[in-house]
């Protein structure tokens, strides 16, 4: 069996302080300079932010799922997701969509973060 390597999660962005700043918010994480984001307890991976000249054209192929909801179900799961969605807009987040309970899946809020980013409340 491979050994668990440890990695970081990278975004191309426009303005990497501002995403540094906003993540931190979302994740409690702690910035580390001004294009790095850590986890404060060692336990979540380095998120890095990476200057690019391009802006973002297409759908994220890979997003991060923000762990809100977790062993919630029904109306407090919903009631839970939408508090925060709340709290992450005020800080520049959009909301993109909610999908509502379903017979084989709980709801779950896709985001937009401050630069377009998706990213969903689960």
Same mark, same amino acid.
């Given at each position: 069996?491979?050994? %668990?390597?440890?990695?970081?999660?990278?975004? +191309? *962005?426009?303005?990497? =302080?501002?995403?540094?700043?906003?993540? *931190? $918010?979302?994740?409690?994480?702690?910035? !580390?300079?001004?294009?790095?984001?850590? +986890?404060?307890?060692?336990?979540?991976?380095?998120?890095?932010? !990476?200057? %690019?000249? $391009?802006?973002?054209?297409?759908?994220?192929?890979?997003?991060?799922?923000?762990? %809100?909801?977790?062993?919630?179900?029904?109306? $407090?799961?919903?009631?839970?997701? !939408?508090?925060?969605? @709340?709290?992450? =807009? @005020? &800080?520049?987040?959009?909301?993109?969509?909610? &999908?509502? @309970?379903? +017979?084989?899946? =709980?709801? /779950?809020?896709?985001?937009? +973060? %401050? =630069?377009?980013?998706?990213? /969903?409340?689960?």
């Amino acid at each position: 069996m491979a050994a %668990v390597r440890t990695f970081q999660v990278t975004f +191309d *962005c426009a303005d990497p =302080e501002h995403l540094v700043r906003f993540w *931190c $918010e979302v994740l409690g994480y702690e910035p !580390q300079g001004s294009e790095n984001a850590v +986890d404060p307890t060692g336990v979540g991976p380095r998120l890095y932010f !990476q200057r %690019v000249p $391009e802006g973002k054209v297409v759908k994220n192929r890979v997003h991060l799922d923000v762990r %809100v909801g977790s062993g919630l179900v029904g109306a $407090e799961r919903l009631a839970t997701l !939408q508090a925060e969605r @709340a709290r992450l =807009e @005020a &800080l520049g987040a959009t909301h993109f969509r909610t &999908l509502l @309970a379903d +017979d084989e899946n =709980e709801s /779950c809020i896709v985001m937009l +973060d %401050v =630069e377009g980013n998706e990213f /969903c409340l689960d």
